[in-house]
Structure formats: structure tokens, C-alpha cells
């Protein structure tokens, strides 16, 4: 086995990646805290070609020294916008006629892997603040709501973690290179 180059990945340009097609996914972050779970988001979202990341409330927004440690430029790829609020937020993905789903342990969540998401787009994904997760007021406004299964003590991952975990089935579920 070898390690494949960066040249060999075939990575695309700034410019290339803006004019590619995305999946009709939109990430909203629900007050995370940390400028270093921002940046995973973006090179996450970057990662699987999300479309955009919408951070509310107290998050980080670029530019950022902090959320670009993590982000590594995928701040400067993954179009973003901010709103004071997730209800805000909520209320205009609702407007543009998106399906909001909240990623959290709630009664009638559907487990990650069960879950109909073709059917649901365009999808928004709302993650929660590392502490309290996502908040009950944005959880009332969701369709409903997506857990990823656990069988640990502590049934609890860290957002950015969650936010891997959960796109990639997204990206597995939604992305067909050869359409």
C-alpha cells in the first residue's frame, strides 16, 4: 500500500469546488460555543458538499484565526450565513421550503440509518451547543429529528463528532457521483 498525493487526489481549485454542484443540505448550528467545532463543521461540510452552514446565536463566524485551525480554508469554500437566532434560522429554511431535522435524543427520533432522508430534501440538520444540546425552541419548531444510536454510559458525543457521523450517512445517502 501507498499513500496517495495530494496531487493524485485531484482536488479542486477555490473556484471549481464554488461552481460544483451540492447536496441540497443545509447545516445549522444551534449556538455552538466553540470556534473549533465551527471550523470541523466547515471542513466536514466541505468534505461531502454540503451547501451551506448557517450558524446562529453566539457562534464563530469567519473570519476567525480559531474556527481556521480546524476549517483549514474550507471556511472560505462552504457558503455560509449568520442569524441572531435558530428560531430565525428555522423559520426562513421552513420559508424556502427545507424538511428541519434536529440531530438530538428526543421522544420519536428516528435512529441515523432508519431514517428517510432522500425523500426529505432540500434537508436542514440542526446540531446543538456542546452543552445543552439543541434547545427545546428549536426542537418544537422541527418535522422531527434524528439519534444516532448508542450503547455507551454516557450516550453523548462530542457536536463536531456528531456532525461527522451524521453527514457522512447524509452524503452516503444522497450523493451519487455517476447520475
Known amino acids: 500500500m501507498r ?3 495530494n496531487i493524485e487526489l485531484g482536488r479542486p481549485s477555490v473556484e471549481e469546488f464554488a461552481a460544483a454542484e451540492k447536496l441540497p443540505v443545509a447545516v445549522v448550528l444551534d449556538n455552538v460555543r466553540s470556534a473549533g467545532n ?4 466547515f471542513r466536514t461540510c ?4 454540503i451547501g451551506e452552514i448557517i450558524l446562529c446565536g453566539i457562534c464563530a463566524t469567519p473570519p476567525s484565526k480559531e474556527i481556521h485551525k480546524t476549517a483549514l480554508g474550507a471556511e472560505q469554500t462552504v457558503a455560509w450565513r449568520h442569524f441572531a437566532t435558530t428560531t430565525e434560522a428555522i423559520d ?6 427545507y424538511t428541519v431535522l434536529a440531530i438530538e435524543q428526543v421522544e420519536g427520533a428516528e435512529m441515523l440509518g432508519e431514517a428517510a432522508l432522500a ?3 432540500p ?6 451547543n456542546e452543552v445543552e444540546g439543541v434547545s427545546q425552541e428549536a426542537v418544537d419548531m422541527c418535522d422531527g429529528a434524528i ?3 448508542q450503547v455507551g454510559t454516557k450516550h453523548s458525543l462530542n ?3 456528531t456532525g461527522g457521523a451524521v453527514l457522512w450517512e447524509v452524503f452516503k445517502t444522497l450523493y451519487h457521483k455517476n447520475d
Open 159 to 161: 457536536v463536531a463528532v
Open 147 to 149: 439519534e444516532i444510536p
Open 38 to 41: 465551527v471550523g470541523s463543521f
Open 119 to 121: 425523500e426529505r430534501t
Open 46 to 49: 466541505d468534505a461531502f458538499g
Open 123 to 128: 434537508l436542514a440538520l440542526v446540531f446543538g
Open 92 to 97: 426562513a429554511l421552513h420559508a424556502e421550503g
Open 3 to 5: 499513500k496517495i498525493t
